[in-house]
């Protein structure tokens, strides 16, 4: 077994920084070892941006959502005044989770010791402390996360050392302006738990080799053409043609996006964003995918879509978005079949690295930014 230090020693990692049709994946234990995943935690998700949903999910003063970033709870929620914050959801008495799922709350009560916190994190009731010698409420309200948003998307950040919201997106924004995210709405998140690495899962996206075999019956052949990218994204771009929209083999039924460009109108964005999360845009919608971290071989699967106001309004939209549900429904089962698979494989003694196909240079392109990310330390 390899100690923190050896994990790190860049011999590990020389072919997986080779051009991609030169390279390699990522050595087995990178997906398996405990360690190893400690070393992600640290080195990535603690230094990077991280999703945690969207603006419309804490719409009013009072919503909250209770989530996670590879395991580290997090409260976002919306102050009377507004204003959405981030809070590590642990109690500043003895640490309790203060809230779960979503709701809404005038304050924020711990549940063990009925500590109570305004919704700007103030502590403004400790009911039991008065003889507590040198108590101060004013120094244990909760902490704060950073929390910045691009296009109503939500973003917290755990160091002050990683730089501003805009410089980690790079040219994404540029990209995908077309698709006026303000405009559309949350109109379903499904939950999946998926045993298999969250590096697994996130490269199945970043690649179309697989799809001909895995997603024969759902989506046929498609053919991604690379983006190219500044900052902690890699994406691709897929004909309209190839994909029918979102539905295959049938006519879209809902109208494409009023703001797009005939360019966005001939083409669907494919987008890993660094660390775990994978974005469409198509035509009519978008849909993204929150791939939580539970350990080293076991991730939770957010899969959240999305379509414009003026779609949602229509009086035929619950009946007809049916549709697309069950299209993705059966393409996310068949991925979270073949990554298990994967993570299977991979737990054998004799797993060794693979060479890559032309089709899989996003694997190429998540491994090199996950081997930086960890080397840059």
């Known amino acids: 077994m390899l100690t923190a230090d050896q994990m790190l020693d860049p011999v590990h990692f020389a072919n997986v920084l080779k051009p991609p049709l030169e390279a390699e994946n990522l050595p087995p234990w990178c997906y398996t070892d405990a ?6 935690i640290e080195r990535i998700f603690m230094k990077s941006w991280n999703l945690v949903g969207r603006a419309d999910l804490v719409a009013n003063p009072g919503d909250y959502l209770a989530t996670d970033v590879a395991g580290i709870p997090v409260i976002v929620l919306r102050g009377m005044d507004g204003a959405v914050r981030a809070f590590a959801n ?3 008495h003895r640490g309790t989770q203060l809230l779960t799922g979503e709701g809404n709350c005038r304050a924020i009560v ?3 010791h009925s500590w109570a916190f305004d919704l700007d994190g103030r502590l403004v009731s400790a009911a039991g402390m008065e003889q507590t010698i040198g108590f101060d409420k004013e120094n244990n309200g909760l902490i704060e996360i950073r929390l910045d948003s691009w296009a109503d998307f939500l973003f917290v950040a755990f160091s002050p ?15 995908l ?3 006026d995210f303000s405009n559309q709405v949350t109109t379903r998140r499904k939950v999946w738990d998926v045993a298999c690495n969250w590096k697994i899962y996130l490269e199945n996206q970043r690649e179309s080799y697989h799809i001909p075999t895995v997603h024969r019956e759902s989506l046929g052949d498609q053919i991604a053409a690379p983006l190219e990218s500044e900052g902690a994204w ?11 929209g979102i539905l295959k083999d049938e006519t879209t039924p809902f109208p494409p996006i009023a703001s797009l460009t005939e360019v966005e109108r001939k083409g669907s964005h494919f987008i890993g964003l660094y660390p775990n999360i994978y974005l469409v845009a198509t035509t009519d919608c978008f849909w993204w995918m929150e791939i939580r971290p539970r350990g080293p071989d076991r991730i939770e699967l957010v899969v959240g879509s999305g379509f414009p106001k003026e779609t949602v309004a229509r009086d035929d939209f619950d ?19 073949i990554c298990e698979q994967q993570q299977a494989g991979l737990t054998s003694p004799l797993a060794r690295s693979g060479r890559l196909a032309r089709r899989e240079w996003g694997v190429n392109a998540v491994d090199r930014w996950v081997v930086e990310m960890l080397l840059a330390g």
């Open 90 to 92: 642990s109690c500043r």
């Open 110 to 112: 711990c549940p063990y």
């Open 35 to 40: 360690a190893f995943h400690r070393l992600e």
């Open 177 to 179: 302006a077309a698709y």
């Open 319 to 337: 009946a007809v978005v049916e549709r697309y549900y069950r299209r993705w429904d059966m393409s996310h089962d068949e991925d979270n079949r």
């Open 161 to 175: 050392d990683t730089g501003s919201l805009p410089a980690f997106l790079g040219t994404l924004p540029d990209h």
């Open 234 to 244: 890699s994406g691709s771009l897929i004909g309209v043609a190839q994909t029918a």
